[in-house]
């Protein structure tokens, strides 16, 4: 049985003499750290644990996954909105993130299937345009005598370009609008209208209608509207006398 306070008290003030029945009941007044305090010797506390939830309560409310579902996002995002969605992507500074065709939904990235199929139609254009490079080495490697005279014109016309070019301004008027004729024998009839200008390209001979000019092998004869006009255009590359005639039939 505890002795109140106040009596124990009372048993060690100044000049007492604590008899030992007295230090029995002080010291059963009080608990040993050894001693066990039962549930229902605690003030309140079978109250306390009516207001608490049963571990199985809590652990359903833990593995249920609409517990709070107004405030907490569910694992799979199902209850999300969609400005919640974008919230999140703004949040996790994914907003500019990649997407795909799905449904009606259009994508901005092209699918794996997509760019397979977009390459795939690369590659095949690009065989096709080796096939045609090959063909086209495989011409100018042949000792074909025509290619090579092609390639001696070629050359020559980037090497008289500005000689070709001066007729226009020496030869001819420069306020003439000219335009190409054809390609003249001498004996062909050279139709002009009186002020028109033309030019047109020439075989070797005199050419009567065109106030008898001469080409000595192959040239341009031109027409400014009032006086023909002759520039000499030696090609190498073919005949007896070094230059291709253009308006000789085969």
């Given at each position: 049985m505890k002795v109140p306070l106040k009596t124990i008290f009372s048993w060690f003030e100044k000049g007492d003499m604590p008899t030992e029945h007295q230090f029995q009941q002080t010291f059963s007044s009080f608990r040993h750290l050894d001693e066990n305090i039962k549930m229902d010797e605690?003030?309140?506390?079978?109250?306390?644990?009516?207001?608490?939830?049963?571990?199985?309560?809590?652990?359903?409310?833990?593995?249920?996954?609409?517990?709070?579902?107004?405030?907490?996002?569910?694992?799979?995002?199902?209850?999300?909105?969609?400005?919640?969605?974008?919230?999140?992507?703004?949040?996790?500074?994914i907003k500019l993130a990649a997407t795909i065709d799905d449904g009606e939904e259009t994508g901005n990235v092209y699918t794996k299937e997509q760019t397979e199929e977009i390459v795939n139609i690369l590659q095949a254009k690009d065989n096709e345009m080796l096939e045609l490079i090959a063909e086209i080495n495989e011409i100018l490697d042949s000792n074909d005598d025509n290619l090579d005279?092609?390639?001696?014109?070629?050359?020559?016309?980037?090497?008289?370009?500005?000689?070709?070019?001066?007729?226009?301004?020496?030869?001819v008027s420069?306020?003439?609008?000219?335009?190409?004729?054809?390609?003249?024998?001498?004996?062909?009839?050279?139709?002009?209208?009186?002020?028109?200008?033309k030019w047109f390209w020439a075989g070797s001979g005199v050419y009567e209608n065109a106030s008898?000019?001469?080409?000595?092998?192959?040239?341009?004869?031109?027409?400014?509207?009032?006086?023909?006009?002759?520039?000499?255009?030696?090609?190498?590359?073919?005949?007896?006398?070094?230059?291709?005639?253009?308006t000789q039939e085969d």
């Open positions: 605690v003030t309140g506390l079978n109250e306390t644990f009516q207001k608490t939830v049963s571990s199985t309560t809590f652990t359903n409310h833990l593995q249920d996954e609409n517990a709070h579902y107004v405030v907490l996002a569910k694992l799979n995002a199902s209850n999300l909105t969609a400005k919640n969605v974008e919230e999140w992507k703004e949040k996790l500074k005279e092609l390639q001696e014109i070629v050359d020559y016309i980037k090497e008289n370009r500005k000689q070709i070019e001066l007729l226009k301004e020496s030869e420069p306020e003439a609008n000219f335009a190409f004729g054809g390609i003249l024998r001498p004996t062909d009839n050279i139709i002009v209208k009186p002020g028109s200008a008898g000019v001469t080409i000595e092998n192959f040239g341009i004869i031109s027409f400014d509207g009032f006086v023909w006009s002759v520039l000499e255009v030696n090609m190498p590359g073919g005949g007896a006398d070094g230059f291709i005639d253009l």
